[in-house]
């Protein structure tokens, strides 16, 4: 079973910005896609960000389009989001996901595609 682990949560005010990190217990640079979700109290979970194989543009949620960036190291097995210029309705618990052996992933992540998850890192955002 692999493990993910999320960290870099935090609680921060409206404009700041934070790094998550993902760190994944087998090589990364096979995986399918990697993806972060966010599931923020009565709310399903949301995909915001993927990546994917075969070197395709990530893709993001409208909500946070020019504001997030996933990105990977191969290197460290890790995977990351950059949250810039945070605003209160990014408060959520923030979920790791990964694939291995899809042939393709959705543009959207969708969580059923998703087999391998963290269990979460929170991020509270205040006025």
């Known amino acids: 079973q692999v493990q993910l682990m999320e960290t870099g949560g935090d609680s921060v005010q409206a404009g700041g910005s934070l790094r998550l990190s993902c760190a994944a217990s087998r090589d990364i640079v096979d995986a399918s896609c990697m993806a972060w979700f966010r599931q923020a109290p009565g709310k399903e979970r949301e995909g915001v960000a993927a990546m994917y194989t075969g070197g395709y543009v990530p893709s993001y949620a409208d909500s946070v389009k020019g504001r997030f960036t996933i990105s990977q190291d191969n290197a460290k097995n890790t995977v990351y989001l950059e949250i810039n210029k945070l605003i209160l309705e990014d408060t959520a618990m923030y979920y790791c996901?990964?694939?291995?052996?899809?042939?393709?992933?959705?543009?959207?992540?969708?969580?059923?595609?998703?087999?391998?998850w963290g269990r979460g890192t929170q991020v509270t955002v205040s006025s």
């Open positions: 996901a990964i694939a291995w052996g899809r042939p393709w992933c959705s543009r959207t992540p969708l969580t059923f595609e998703y087999t391998n």
